[in-house]
């Protein structure tokens, strides 16, 4: 198989690049495929023409003469909208197919593009979020609130609430980005060092445009007009005791603040209420966290004690909502140096998650429903 083209980052303003429509990308893998025709003008299209002999009245009387004609010579209605239906379904299949062929091809040629940190578009597109789009939709059923506060374009940092033992709550803010944003934006997650480490996870975290959280890579997204997802509570959050569920941990030391200053985007706060009960952490194995080397190793009321099936996340129901964007680009570039500017930011970005959470409790009928 082919190594990708891999494209600089700093000359990839890509995120002007808009993501090709379904139907786009349909017509383009059909006219690839060899011998294909591409799309046929209709039969007497030119002569439908407005001011045209045989306009569209003339038209359609012939249409329907010969559709008579057809349906009393043989008994049956040739051309009916049943046939109709099954030839649009026939051809949808097609286009499907061909896409899917296409998309192999472009593989194996290595005819594909991926950009410095790895994130591979193309295949996010189509084949990752395809994988986490049934979990998302009708498992979860995640609801989506306040999507048009990230902005339609140019980078913007979107600080969230983490939780949920294993780090859902990130993936299924990335589908919520890309699948409701009306600028088909993409969601570029910061992730812990663990992340990097663990085979296929490494990779995989890679291709879906995840990257290192450091101050250094999220500053370079953001500049390159990136929507950068971050979850400063970290472990912490994602770890904490299911007693102290929905209850913001501390947001370290405001370095996502400093960061959103020194490239002069917004703050986008999001609070996700669903994933803190999908895996109830009663427990915490710290020496046997330590031997894996893990953070933490959770208990559960079904896990490890089922084995497997305990590891199944609980169906809970979930809201994501992105609160009202915090402006930065008003403050001076030595602002991110000012210790108290970002003690406050940070204090305001998490009292405005924290509230959002309390309000959306108190507004959800159950944890399942």
């Known amino acids: 198989m082919a190594d990708a083209k891999v494209i600089p980052f700093d000359d990839d303003r890509s995120r002007a690049r808009r993501r090709p429509g379904r139907a786009d990308g349909e017509a383009a893998a059909v006219r690839a495929l060899p011998g294909s025709q591409g799309p046929q003008e209709p039969e007497g299209g030119r002569e439908a023409l407005p001011g045209t002999q045989g306009g569209p009245e003339a038209g359609g009387e012939a249409a329907a003469a010969a559709g008579t004609g057809a349906g009393a010579e043989n008994g049956a209605g040739a051309g009916s909208a049943d046939d109709a239906g099954t030839r649009a379904g026939s051809g949808g299949w097609e286009r499907r197919l061909a896409g899917g062929l296409a998309f192999l091809r472009r593989r194996v040629t290595g005819d594909y593009e991926v950009d410095e940190f790895g994130y ?183 896990f490890p004690w089922l084995g497997p099936l305990g590891a199944l996340p609980l169906p809970t129901k979930w809201t994501i909502q992105f609160g009202e964007p915090i402006p930065t680009d008003s403050y001076a570039p030595e602002a991110a140096e000012d210790p108290m500017l970002m003690f406050n930011l940070t204090d305001q970005v998490r009292e405005q998650i924290q509230h959002t959470l309390y309000k959306l409790l108190v507004q959800r009928r159950s944890v399942f429903f």
Request: aromatic fraction near 8%; proline fraction near 7%; charge should be neutral.
């Open 120 to 302: 591979d578009e193309e295949l996010t597109d189509q084949v990752l979020m395809s994988l986490i789009r049934p979990l998302y939709e009708k498992y979860f059923r995640v609801e989506v609130k306040g999507v048009e506060n990230i902005p339609a374009e140019g980078g913007a940092l979107i600080v969230a609430n983490h939780s949920g033992t294993l780090p859902l709550d990130g993936l299924m803010m990335q589908v919520a980005v890309h699948d409701h944003h009306p600028a088909g934006r993409h969601l570029r997650l910061l992730a812990a060092d663990l992340v990097f480490v663990l085979p296929i996870v490494n990779e995989l975290a890679r291709k879906a445009g995840h990257t290192l959280a450091c101050a250094e890579d999220a500053e370079r997204l953001l500049r390159a007009g990136e929507i950068v997802g971050v979850m400063p509570e970290g472990f912490k959050g994602i770890g904490k005791p299911f007693g102290e569920r929905y209850k913001l941990q501390r947001f370290g030391r405001g370095g996502f603040v400093s960061t959103a200053l020194r490239a002069g985007v917004p703050i986008v706060p999001c609070s996700i209420v669903g994933a803190e009960e999908i895996y109830p952490m009663i427990g915490n194995a710290k020496t046997l966290a330590r031997v894996l080397g893990f953070p933490y190793f959770p208990l559960t009321p079904t």
